[in-house]
């Protein structure tokens, strides 16, 4: 280890930490997180450069991409946070002292710095804040202290602004939906009951509550404080409805859109996808709606994926841009076959093209994932606070 | 008046090496370029170029010949040309031409330059970043500690 101390001096009068300041961060910005995490561990100049705030006003969260958050656990008290970087289809472990370990956490939604864990043992929320490295415990929810599996992840959102974070939940109190928000800044939940929307609405929240045969209701949020939330019941086409010996998994993506994932049973418990296609709910101009199919994951993209499992979740996250003419998404499909879990990136860009993210083992001792104690997508980590 | 004469320039390198450049190779560089104009110097131009030396100056210079005429080839054709060239430069000319492009403000060839650098980065070790580039390992040995323990599993 000492060795490298010793190392003789350079035998040129350049080097690279010696290039003009403009230079080094032109190299930087064209490096992806992973290898940024660990440049901060070559050299004390390094890390500083890292730490720069001229380099972290360059660097943004475009230029480091989509994360999938994977929280996975090795013993009751002992979990491991990693970071799956999409751009460069590599693996990145998070501080793991950072984690509430002993709370026995599972991972529900991430966004921006912030991290929102539900403790089963505590029944509490936990959020962390990337960071300011710090564990809060939110206040209970309105509807009491709940178990980690009362958490529907398409029934909830977090939205991240900085250092502060807005964390809403949708739930049928009785039959009657509700929107519960808890707001950082203020520290407090806040609930308000949904109404029947009559106009058609874009933009803001969607959240999946209920399904009744062939109608789906929806609560959607937002998009400004002051909008009340409001309830939407689109349609199912008789195409959304699975056909013989065929399964549909839902992933809703929180945009208003969601993707299905048609499976068929290839022998007992083992299944193989036949088909993932996305849809959107189309308003009609009296109110109501219908979900329609806006984009399918072609053939030749499907034939990547087509592995056999047992059980599978997803999620998905979008990014509409152009009232809605520009659609870039991406889902990811977490399965398990025998103990053994596997996940699927599938991203579609702006032009419309389907691609499939190849996702290596978390590290070189291990093929796959234990224990998976939740999943997460964010757009907008920017991973600095790793640096 | 014979012929249309090709306009050209002298630069001259750190080490007082001339080189006599067309106009249009030269004014790749936005340095040279607001140097001519600000001069308004019409004949036997003679612009001294600090801080280049007469080697990195020539390989310079080949790239700004190639891309003075960039629009007579195809773009892929281009994009050939610059791979090439840049694979060819050891790490010490990389380090030069970085320098260099910077200095003389040519822009695709900083960018080529920090292109290649990000790419001999990527993928690598801590320590074979270091033995690449030959960095010192200038950490204490508990600022060390404490990067390892806080990153443990990223830098096995």
């Given amino acids: 280890m000492d060795g490298d101390r010793a190392a003789p ?72 946070l990693r970071a799956f970087h999409a751009a460069s289809s590599r693996w990145l472990c998070l501080p793991s002292a950072l984690l509430p370990s002993a709370a026995d956490p599972y991972l529900l939604a991430a966004s921006g710095d912030h991290l929102l864990f539900a403790s089963n043992s505590r029944r509490e929320l936990l959020a962390l804040n ?36 807005r964390f809403l939940f949708a739930e049928l109190v009785g039959d009657r939906p509700f929107l519960f928000e808890y707001s950082s800044t203020t520290g407090t939940w806040r609930s308000s009951e ?17 399904q009744f045969g062939n109608e789906s209701v929806i609560l959607r949020a937002g998009p400004s404080d002051e909008d009340h939330p409001v309830i939407l019941r689109p349609r199912l086409s008789a195409a959304l409805i699975p056909r013989q010996g065929e399964e549909a998994l839902r992933v809703y993506g929180g945009d208003g859109k969601m993707a299905v994932v048609r499976s068929t049973a290839l022998g007992m418990g083992v299944r193989v996808v036949t088909g993932v296609e996305v849809w959107g709910v189309a308003l009609a101009p009296a109110g109501g709606g219908e979900w329609e199919m806006v984009a399918a994951v072609p053939e030749e993209v499907l034939e990547r994926i087509r592995r056999p499992f047992g059980v599978m979740m997803g999620c998905m996250e979008e990014e509409t841009e152009n009232e809605g003419v520009i659609m870039r998404l991406r889902i990811v499909l977490v399965s398990n076959l025998e103990g053994s879990w596997d996940i699927t990136w599938l991203g579609r860009d702006g032009s419309g093209r389907w691609v499939w993210v190849p996702v290596p083992g978390p590290d070189s001792r291990s093929k796959g994932f234990f224990n998976m104690a939740g999943i997460a997508l964010s757009s907008c980590f920017s991973g600095l606070s790793l640096l | 008046m014979v012929g249309v004469k090709k306009k050209m320039v002298t630069l001259v390198s750190s080490d007082g090496v001339e080189f006599v450049v067309e106009k249009r190779v030269a004014e790749q560089s936005l340095f040279i370029k607001n140097a001519l104009n600000e001069g308004g110097v019409e004949e036997k131009v003679m612009i001294p170029i600090p801080k280049v030396t007469s080697d990195t100056l020539s390989s310079v210079l080949e790239y700004c010949e190639k891309h003075a005429s960039a629009t007579e080839f195809q773009e892929n054709e281009i994009e050939e040309w610059d791979k090439e060239y840049i694979e060819k430069a050891d790490l010490d000319l990389l380090y030069y031409l970085l320098q260099a492009s910077y200095s003389m403000s040519i822009m695709g060839l900083m960018e080529l330059g920090a292109k290649k650098v990000a790419s001999l980065i990527r993928g690598k070790s801590p320590q074979e970043i270091r033995e690449l580039f030959n960095i010192k390992n200038d950490f204490t040995p508990e600022q060390e500690e404490e990067i390892r323990r806080e990153m443990q599993w990223n830098y096995e």
């Fill in chain 1, 9 to 80: 001096p350079s035998s040129t009068a350049v080097g690279l930490c010696l290039l003009p300041s403009e230079l080094i961060h032109e190299i930087l910005l064209r490096l992806s997180l992973p290898d940024l995490v660990l440049l901060r561990a070559v050299s004390r100049t390094l890390s500083s450069f890292l730490a720069s705030s001229d380099f972290r006003r360059l660097y943004s969260p475009a230029s480091s991409g989509p994360c999938l958050f994977v929280l996975t656990k090795r013993f009751p008290r002992d979990a491991f």
């Fill in chain 1, 194 to 210: 949904a109404v029947n929307s009559l106009q058609p609405t874009r933009g803001g929240v969607w959240f999946n509550l209920v």
């Fill in chain 1, 130 to 165: 990337l960071s300011s490295r710090s564990i809060t415990t939110l206040p209970d929810p309105p509807l009491g202290p709940r178990r980690t599996s009362s958490w529907r992840r398409s029934g909830l959102k977090l939205i991240s602004d900085d250092s502060h974070f």
